[in-house]
Each structure stands twice: as C-alpha cells, then as structure tokens.
T-cell receptor, first 115, second 115 residues
Framework: AQSVAQPEDQVNVAEGNPLTVKCTYS??????LFWYVQYPNRGLQFLLK??????LVKGSYGFEAEFNKSQTSFHLKKPSALVSDSALYFC?????????????FGSGTRLSIRP | GAGVSQTPSNKVTEKGKYVELRCDPI?????LYWYRQSLGQGPEFLIY????????DSGLPNDRFFAVRPEGSVSTLKIQRTERGDSAVYLC?????????????FGPGTRLLVL
C-alpha cells in the first residue's frame, strides 16, 4: 500500500536555529514528493517538490528538502527558522504512473518556532 | 492571477439536509480535485476531474457524495442526507493538465459543520 508517514506530531524550534520536519514514504517505483504548508484558516500552500534529478530541492520561503531513496525519506529543512514559519506542514506523495491522479498526504506536523 | 476559490467558506447545516460546495479553479486548469480534511488529519482524496468528466471518483465515501463539472471549469460537490461524520474541511485543488508531476494548487476550503 502507498503511504506517507510524518513521525512527529509537533516540532519545536527556537528562532534562528535550523529546523527539520521528517517524512518517509512507501510507494512502488520512483515517487513524486511534495511539501505543503497550511496556515490557520487557510488552504494548503505549495512549498516544493521532487520529481527527478538533484536530491536536494529548494523551495519557497527558504525551505529545502532532501530526497533519500535508500531511506525512502524526504525531510524538510531550513537553516534558520523564523517565528512566521510556525504552521502545519504536510508531506505528500504521488505515484509515478500517469493514471494516478491523487496525492497521498501524511498526517501533518505542527511546527512551532519560539522567539 | 487569481488562485482557486471556494464558496462558501463556512457552511452549517442540520443532519439530513442537502449541501452544495462550489470550487472555481485557476483559469486554464483542466484538472480539478476534491479532498476532505478531517480535524487533525491530512487531506484525503475524493474525486478528480479531467475537463468535464470524473476521471477518478474512487475516493468518494458513498453514494451520498456526488460532484459535477458541467463546463469544465467550476465544480460543485454535492452531499445528500448529510451526517455528522461529514463535518470536515472540503478542499478543492486544480492543476494545468493533470499529469502526476504537476503541482496541485489548493483553495482555502469550505468548512462544513453538520449538527
């Protein structure tokens, strides 16, 4: 079965420190991987995606993610956290075959950045 | 340009009533998706439209749920005989042509509360 796991319900980081939000996946073949962010009472905003190529993907707001095929992981990272990064983050996977229309989301990780 | 819009932003209804939720995708996007997000969970796929037709409705939970997209643009999600368990945020997303590599852009959602 295809799935995405975000093992941490919440991550707490001090402003200015690096942050990591973990994601692992289980998908046949080479998946397409996504990160989305959700602010209160707002829809999901796209951050970045991995399709192919360089394992380190850079996205919006200074975020980046590293695809690791051997560990089936796609962790989200940022070198220096901002208070405004506090939000709910979702990792998602889309199987690579063209008939796969849906995105499979993880359960989300709440990121809290303290001043 | 304008993003995905959804109306209403909030809907309160009574058990057994009928509701319609509207989605207006990004102009020019032929692919449209509906997801449902329950409290504390990631979004779950409901249905995918390619143009006017439902290409994948495997996520609809039962026959009380139905969606249309008659002119290939605006879509309406219809729920008959609503139940308290239908309470959730209903998210709509669109993408250019529906390929698995494409980014899906989400609207702000409709928060449905069934009393």
């Amino acid at each position: 079965a295809q799935s995405v796991a975000q093992p941490e319900d919440q991550v707490n980081v001090a402003e200015g420190n690096p942050l990591t939000v973990k994601c692992t996946y289980s998908v046949s073949g080479n998946p397409y991987l996504f990160w989305y962010v959700q602010y209160p009472n707002r829809g999901l905003q796209f951050l970045l995606k991995y399709i192919t190529g360089d394992n380190l993907v850079k996205g919006s707001y200074g975020f980046e993610a590293e695809f690791n095929k051997s560990q089936t992981s796609f962790h989200l990272k940022k070198p220096s956290a901002l208070v405004s990064d506090s939000a709910l983050y979702f990792c998602a996977v889309r199987p690579p075959y063209s008939s796969a229309s849906k995105i499979i989301f993880g359960s989300g990780t709440r990121l809290s950045i303290r001043p | 340009g304008a993003g995905v819009s959804q109306t209403p932003s909030n809907k309160v209804t009574e058990k057994g009533k009928y509701v319609e939720l509207r989605c207006d995708p990004i102009s020019g996007h032929t692919a449209l998706y509906w997801y449902r997000q329950s409290l504390g969970q990631g979004p779950e796929f409901l249905i995918y439209f390619q143009g006017t037709g439902a290409a994948d409705d495997s996520g609809l939970p039962n026959d009380r749920f139905f969606a249309v997209r008659p002119e290939g643009s605006v879509s309406t999600l219809k729920i008959q005989r609503t139940e308290r368990g239908d309470s959730a945020v209903y998210l709509c997303a669109s993408s250019l042509v529906g390929g698995p590599q494409e980014t899906q852009y989400f609207g702000p959602g409709t928060r449905l509360l069934v009393l």
